[in-house]
């Protein structure tokens, strides 16, 4: 059982947003070898959002992900838009 103040408090539809995405890019890469190994031909992929905070302060946030979680991650944003026609 949560005690008072434990719990994370819930986004509702009179939350304030702090952060708004301004653009999303992607590209696919291929890492081809490495240090350790001569043939590794691991296929990923970048992704590029551009993020404004509360202030318009504008920065890059950047992160990879392997092709199982870029599935993933695809799969989830369909859920989603899922959700968002039945609204």
């Not at 005690?3 to 291929?30: C, H, Y």
């Not at 946030?61 to 799969?75: L, V």
Request: hydrophobic share 40%.
């Amino acid at each position: 059982m949560d005690g008072p103040g434990l719990r994370e408090p819930m986004l509702d539809a009179k939350s304030e947003v702090t952060n708004q995405l301004i653009d999303f890019q992607w590209k696919l890469g291929m890492a081809v070898s490495s240090n350790s190994c001569r043939s590794l031909k691991y296929p990923y992929i970048t992704v590029v959002l551009k993020v404004a905070d509360h202030s318009g302060q504008v920065k890059n946030k950047s992160f990879e992900m392997t092709i199982p979680q870029f599935q993933n991650f695809y799969r989830q944003f369909k859920e989603i838009a899922a959700v968002i026609e039945t609204v």
